[in-house]
């Protein structure tokens, strides 16, 4: 059954630039195939969230954690009566604007661009699928749906503050309303990048031996959910007792968010989707206790995982990294691909060429990021 509330296709406010709509697909179906065959979404395939590229194979990379969040916002949609094809499209475009070495990468970039408007991957992925991407004849970027570039814009909740200006110039002439919340869709997607990042991370944490599943045992959610794993499989292997105990944490996630946003739907009751962008409020959430437990989990990880010491100095490595190629594609531009040097001669001021090479950069994968600093800085690699 659909939903008073889900966004319907016939009703999009439509692209930036007009086009003859698809005989099989409906506009959010177009957006997603777009964004899957975008130059920025095979990138993911290397780029990584905690641990860089190199250092296992089995690891989450971008893409993976991307393909785990649409499968999750997939079914969130379906059971809520959503638009489906709305909210896979923004899962899957959500992380496009990450630069490489994950928020090891945001960081350096951020601070490098401190003096020219700062970085924000939020931004930075509306700028991809806006303007970089630029494969077609007739515009740059994807030409997407006013809705899914919403998504994109505010997925985490209404933009206030100070906006950042690549998503201020964009909204000058296309405004994505960035003072309200986004459609019921997006918000889906935002949980299921929680959901699915609160997983992973602990899998990925107990794969690189940071920790143990007994270290868990004292944190809620995901302690009671190893002791019934032990109570009904006492025999069972160590690595099916971590996916078992993983494997009903998410359905923890999961069952919360369905709950506490199906009572919030009949408490708030919206009559279309326009009305869920005015409520004021967040329309998809986990309950609050759900969140403060989270939070705790969060703690935990940053203390074990993230602040971990092998963690660290890979982030002391990575900065390094993105700072010194900052610094050589500024003052040296020549050294850039053709196309980017042009774009570079061509700049008027030095806020022109640090976004110039902000976007060079932040496009990279962790394996093109080394390889070029590499080729960039060692003496004994030939040009």
């Avoid at 999750?72 to 490489?100: S, W």
């Avoid at 515009?139 to 998503?167: M, R, S, Y």
């Avoid at 570079?344 to 022109?352: H, K, L, R």
Wanted: charged fraction near 30%; glycine fraction near 6%.
């Amino acid at each position: 059954m659909i939903s008073l509330f889900a966004t319907r296709p016939d009703d999009s406010r439509g692209r930036c630039f007009e086009e003859t709509g698809s005989t099989h697909r409906t506009p959010y179906q177009r957006d997603r195939d777009r964004i899957i065959h975008s130059s920025a979404f095979r990138r993911l395939k290397h780029k990584t969230q905690v641990f860089v590229e190199h250092e296992g194979d089995y690891y989450r990379t971008r893409l993976t954690h991307s393909i785990e969040v649409a499968q999750v916002a997939r079914t969130l949609a379906r059971a809520f009566g959503l638009n489906e094809d709305l909210a896979e499209a923004v899962a899957l475009a959500h992380d496009l604007g990450h630069p490489p070495f994950g928020h090891t990468g945001e960081d350096a970039l951020h601070d490098l661009m401190a003096p020219h408007g700062g970085f924000d991957h939020n931004a930075q992925a509306l700028k991809i699928v806006t303007r970089l991407e630029a494969h077609y004849a007739d515009f740059d970027g994807l030409n997407l749906t006013w809705e899914t570039l919403e998504g994109i814009a505010k997925h985490n909740g209404p933009v206030t503050g100070e906006v950042h200006f690549a998503l201020r110039e964009y909204c000058d002439q296309h405004d994505l309303e960035l003072q309200t919340h986004a459609s019921a869709e997006a918000q889906v997607a935002a949980i299921s990048d929680d959901i699915a990042y609160n997983n992973h991370d602990l899998a990925d944490g107990l794969r690189a031996g940071l920790f143990s599943l007994e270290d868990l045992r004292c944190l809620p959610m995901i302690g009671p959910c190893i002791a019934a794993v032990d109570a009904k499989y006492p025999s069972i292997s160590a690595d099916r007792r971590e996916h078992e105990a993983l494997r009903r944490f998410f359905g923890l996630l999961v069952e919360d968010v369905l709950a506490e946003s199906r009572a919030r739907m009949a408490e708030y009751a919206p009559k279309d989707a326009e009305a869920v962008r005015h409520l004021g409020v967040s329309l998809v959430r986990f309950s609050e206790g759900t969140f403060t437990e989270l939070k705790e989990i969060r703690s935990f990880l940053y203390h074990r995982m993230y602040r971990h010491w092998s963690v660290q100095r890979m982030r002391r490595k990575a900065k390094n990294v993105i700072r010194e190629l900052f610094q050589i594609f500024t003052e040296a531009p020549a050294l850039l691909p053709d196309q980017w040097n042009r774009r570079m001669v061509e700049a008027t001021n030095d806020t022109e060429r640090a976004r110039l090479a902000t976007d060079y950069i932040a496009g990279m994968t962790d394996r093109f990021a080394l390889q070029e600093h590499r080729q960039m800085t060692d003496p004994m690699v030939k040009a």
